[in-house]
C-alpha cells in the first residue's frame, strides 16, 4: 500500500460549512413551510456584465477558425491581458510595477494556495486570526503547521484581529518567515489602514519575511485614500506578493481568472543563506505544473479592465454595497456592534453579551429562519462573532432584517 503525506492525517475536516449545511437542513425538515434566507452566501448573485459576455462570445467565435484558433497560451498569461491589468489596477495608483511582474492564473484561490511550495518546509507561518483557511490549511498540508490543539496549530503565529485592536493585527513578538494578510479582510469586512500596512512592510524589510497579501476585495474599497495594493506602500515591492481575484470585482467565481504580482525584485534566502528570486521560482513553478488560464477566460477578464466596463461594473457592486449598508445600518439600530461592511460585502457582528457563536447561529436560525455563519469557524479569535455577507438578493436581504429585528 501506498503511503501517504501524513500532514492530511492531521487536517481537521471541512467543518464550518458542512456543519452550518447540516444545521439548515435539520431546520428544514422541521419546518418545511418557513422559508430559509441566508445570509450566509460565499458567492457572488449578480450576472456577469454586457461587456464581458460580448468579448467571451467573440473570443469563442475565434476559436472556430483556424486562423484565430488559440492552443496553449504563455503559462503566465498573455500580454494583451498583464497589460489591461497594468493600466487598469497599478499605474492610475502610482504603483510601478511591469508587466512581466504579473502572472495570470485561474483564480487567487490556486495561487495562494500554491504559492506557499516556494518556503522551506521550516518556514514560519503567521495568519491573522479570524482567517480565510486556504492560508492555514494549504500550509497544514505541506507538513509547515505542526500539531493541532484546541483550534490551533503549534507552528503557526497566530495575530488575533478583533473590536479590542480595531481589527489591525499587532506585529507578532515571534519572527515569522511568511505572513499572510488579507484586506478587505475575509471574514471581517475590515480593512487595513495605511499606518497598519506601512507598519508590516517595515516590519518584513527589518525581518526579511515575506508578505503574501491577499486583494481579493480590492474593487470593495470606497475611500480612495486607502491602500488598495500593498505596492502603495513604499519599498513593499521588495518584501510583498500580491494576490487579486476577478471572482468579487466581476463575477468570475464560475468563469476562473486571477492574477498574483511577483516583483522581480522580491527574494528569499537558500538555507546556505544565497538570495533566489521568488519572481523566477514562480515562474519556474507556473511553467511545470500550470498551462495557463483560458484564451476565451483571458479575453472575458480583458474586457473588465477597459474603461468602458466601468459603469457596468459599479453597478453590479453597488447591489452589494446597499445591502452591506443596510444590514450594518439594521445591525446598529437593534443596538448591536457591526464591524466591515463598508469597503466590504461582509459584515462581521459581535453576538450579543458575547453568546457563543454556534449558539447564536442556531438563534437566528430557531427564531427567525435566517444563516449566517458562526464567527468561531474561522478560528479561535471569531468566537463570539458571525458574519453576514451581502450575495443575497435586495428583497431577501430586507426581508431577512426585518425578521432579525422582531427576533433579537
Ligand atoms: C473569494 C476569495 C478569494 C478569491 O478566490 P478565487 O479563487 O479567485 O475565486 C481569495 N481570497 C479570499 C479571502 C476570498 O474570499
Redesign the pocket.
Known sequence: MASINNAYAGLSGNYLFSEVARRVSAYRQKHPETEVISLGI?DVSQPMIPAVIRALHKAVDEMACAETFRGYGPEQGYGFLREAILNHDFLPRGVNIRAEEIFIS?????D?GNFQELFGEDAVIALTDPV?P?YEDSNAMAGRAGTRENGRWNRIVYLPCTAANAFQPDLPSVRPDVIYL?SP??PTGTVLDRSSLTAWVNYAREKESVILF?A??EAFIQDDSLPRSIYEIPGADEVAVE?R????TAG??GL???YAVVPEKLTARTKDGRLLSLHDMWLRRQCTKYNGCPYIVQRAAEAVFQPEAGEELAAALAVYRDNARIMLDAFRRMGLSAFGGVHSPYVWLQTPKAMPSWDFFDLLLERAAVVCTPGAGFGVSGEGYARFTAFNSPENTKKALERLEKAL
Open positions: 460565499g485561474d483564480g487567487a484561490k490556486s495562494i480565510y486556504v488579507c479582510n475575509n491577499d481579493a476585495y494576490f481575484s476577478l471572482s468579487k468570475f467565481t476562473r481568472c486571477g
